[in-house]
């Protein structure tokens, strides 16, 4: 009986595999370039997808957005992968919380989506550096990125070889949810057009993933960008907007692609914000008539962005000039993955051409509102820097010139640069610092003053003595993400002058920081210090304040009002949120997920890092509100924008 019983077990476990088999067989993913269409399971098809990148949303929310996503009628997800996230330092390698890629590939198949894939290695995204990681140019500071340049390939190649292989039980052919992989980003609009980088980067992909993995590009409507990228058995796909003519734009990349299926890669309903520029408002009639003519022509096409989210920490990039925290892109799902009035609308579009998924469509989530909370003036940045040297927590260095982050090992955040004065100088000084990237605070005894490379501000008067001691703040505010300037070194580079002479023996520390969410470090050194009420306390300074949630209040999504102080950081138990500067505009609040809030009394511990100037009086406090302001005055009377306030002495 029990050998008869094995023998009826063995047999059953052969027929459920031989039906796999059989299953995967007939699973394939193709392109058919004699009738301008994609295949799925050897039928005719296209997508409506939706960008959602995984690293700027919180780990527990990947399944709500991907499922409103998903009622919204779209059959496909796109996302990026950002090199610097998972590889924040050579060889050290990061696939957890919200860089657990395997999960959300998991979570959108669950979803019952597809996967479109694009892995860069550059992604731009408005992204801190386009995603490439800043130890790139630590390893070569002449490094040419994109391009066959020997060190950036043996970095992109050692990357790939990780990712890929992770990558590849996804894709559809073996059972994931993947249906295309994109080859770099956009590259056409790049001055390199290296053409052996991308047939090597192509295959490359192909020797990772297998002969017929299906591989696109992109690029914008401009028949000389697609010269530069064009590799054989790739896909041509297009980006633009909904001012664009489509009948041109779809033209021009049926002229570049020939035969195939149309797919614009890049469909924007919003746009990205910028500090001290007014807030982008989409035209929804415009995005839904274009949205529908695309679809009109048989094109599969992808909204960029459905859903933004935020760039936490100091993981936003410039473009030339610095963006916010903020991506909310005024897509279609908020940066709180609230629908807008275009969800609904673009559902309906696509109902006329894709089946429609049932189930109750979302409504806004319930938002907290905790009113005020209180500030008191803690540690200077000079009490914490101290904190941490005496405990060997800082990355430093001594150098004759100044050293730039990526030689110190600094990815963002801060830098302090001190000297010691070794001569007389003119009463006022005219210092000098024509590499300042880029964002600079000046301090002596007695002055004090705010360089800006953004502004052209490079120089200041200052009153310094003989033998004193001359220090410079320097922030990053983001690498550049985009177009040829993207080689983007931070800090001081090049020399330091004062009154014209070459000032030497330079200290270099890093402030301590969290590249893209949690900071432990900070919070542990703020328990070794006491806070109080001061009326003079001034900034750069950590201000810290608590607050409890009532036993019967459930943490939800929140949003942090700096409004009234100046320019910093700001942190939630233990994680950076990333930065404010309400005086600039057009992000006034900062989002604050719930999956942050300590419920049930315990405390929750919340600190502001202030650079340039909290507010006068006695009591200080921010507050926790239910509406996100992301459109707030972008007045041209600050520092980035005004040359009369380059100086505050």
């Not at 395997?102 to 959108?108: D, G, M, R, S, V």
Request: glycine share 8%; with cysteine; aromatic share 12%.
């Amino acid at each position: 009986m029990g050998t008869g019983m094995a023998s009826w077990t063995l047999a059953l476990l052969g027929v459920v595999l031989c039906l796999a088999q059989v299953a995967l067989a007939e699973r394939n993913f193709t392109v058919d370039y004699k009738n301008n269409t994609f295949l799925k399971d050897g039928k005719p098809f296209r997508y409506v997808s939706g960008s959602v990148h995984y690293f700027r949303v919180p780990k527990p929310y990947w399944r709500d957005r991907l499922h409103k996503l998903r009622l919204a009628g779209l059959n496909a997800v796109q996302t990026y992968v950002e090199w610097s996230g998972h590889e924040p330092e050579p060889g050290k390698y990061n696939f957890e919380g919200n860089y657990d890629l395997k999960t959300f590939l998991k979570t959108a198949q669950e979803e019952d989506l597809l996967v479109i894939l694009r892995p860069g290695p550059y992604i731009c995204a408005e992204r801190d550096n386009g995603g490439l990681p800043y130890w790139l140019l630590r390893q070569n500071p002449h490094m040419r990125y994109r391009t066959s340049d020997k060190t950036y390939l043996d970095a992109v190649d050692k990357w790939l070889s990780v990712l890929l292989p992770l990558v590849k039980p996804f894709l559809y052919n073996n059972g994931g949810p993947i249906i295309t992989v994109q080859v770099e980003n956009e590259y056409g609009l790049y001055y390199a057009c290296d053409h052996a980088y991308m047939e090597h980067l192509v295959d490359l992909f192909r020797s990772q993933l297998g002969k017929n993995v299906t591989l696109f590009r992109t690029d914008a409507a401009l028949t000389s960008a697609y010269k530069c990228d064009a590799v054989n058995h790739t896909l041509a796909t297009v980006d633009f907007g909904p001012d664009a003519n489509v009948n041109e734009s779809l033209q021009v990349v049926r002229d570049a692609q020939g035969p195939g299926p149309l797919v614009v890669t890049e469909y924007y309903p919003g746009w990205m914000d910028t500090w001290g520029e007014p807030h982008f408002h989409a035209n929804d009639t415009a995005v839904l008539d274009t949205f529908e003519e695309i679809l009109k022509h048989n094109a599969s096409v992808n909204f960029y962005m459905f859903h933004g989210g935020t760039n936490f920490g100091f993981t936003s990039g410039s473009n030339p000039l610095p963006q916010p925290t903020s991506y909310d892109y005024e897509a279609p799902l908020s940066e709180a993955g609230d629908p807008r009035e275009s969800y609904f609308k673009i559902r309906n579009i696509t109902g006329k051409y894709l089946p429609l998924p049932e189930g109750p469509l979302p409504r806004p989530s319930r938002k907290l509102k905790l009113g005020r909370v209180h500030l008191r003036c803690g540690p200077s940045l000079d009490d914490l820097m101290t904190y941490f040297r005496r405990r060997g927590l800082l990355k430093n260095a001594t150098s004759e010139y100044p050293l730039t982050f990526e030689e110190l090992g600094q990815d963002g955040g801060y830098v302090i640069y001190t000297t010691t004065v070794g001569f007389q100088p003119n009463s006022p000084a005219l210092l000098s610092v024509p590499g300042i990237k880029d964002r600079g605070y000046v301090y002596t005894k007695s002055s004090r003053a705010i360089l800006s490379s953004h502004k052209g501000f490079f120089s200041a008067p200052i009153t310094v003595q003989a033998g004193e001691t001359l220090k410079i703040i320097v922030e990053n505010t983001g690498r550049i993400s985009f177009g040829i300037l993207n080689h983007d070194p931070k800090g001081i580079v090049g020399n330091v002058t004062l009154d014209d002479k070459i000032l030497t023996n330079w200290t270099i520390e890093a402030v301590p920081h969290a590249r893209s969410g949690d900071a432990p470090d900070l919070f542990d050194a703020l328990e070794d210090f006491s806070f109080n009420d001061d009326n003079d306390c001034a900034p750069p300074r950590v201000y810290l304040g608590e607050f409890r949630l009532r036993r019967h209040v459930r943490p939800r999504d929140t949003f942090l009002d700096p409004t009234g102080w100046t320019k910093g950081v700001a942190f939630l138990n233990g994680f950076n949120l990333g930065r404010y500067w309400p005086v600039v505009g057009p992000q006034v609040t900062l989002y604050v997920p719930g999956t942050l809030l300590r419920h049930r009394r315990r405390r929750n511990l919340f600190a502001l890092l202030e650079m340039e100037g909290a507010p006068s009086g006695y009591w200080k406090y921010v507050k926790f509100v239910d509406k996100a302001n992301l459109d707030g005055p972008t007045p041209s009377g600050y520092a980035l924008y005004q040359e009369e306030s380059q100086y505050n002495p």
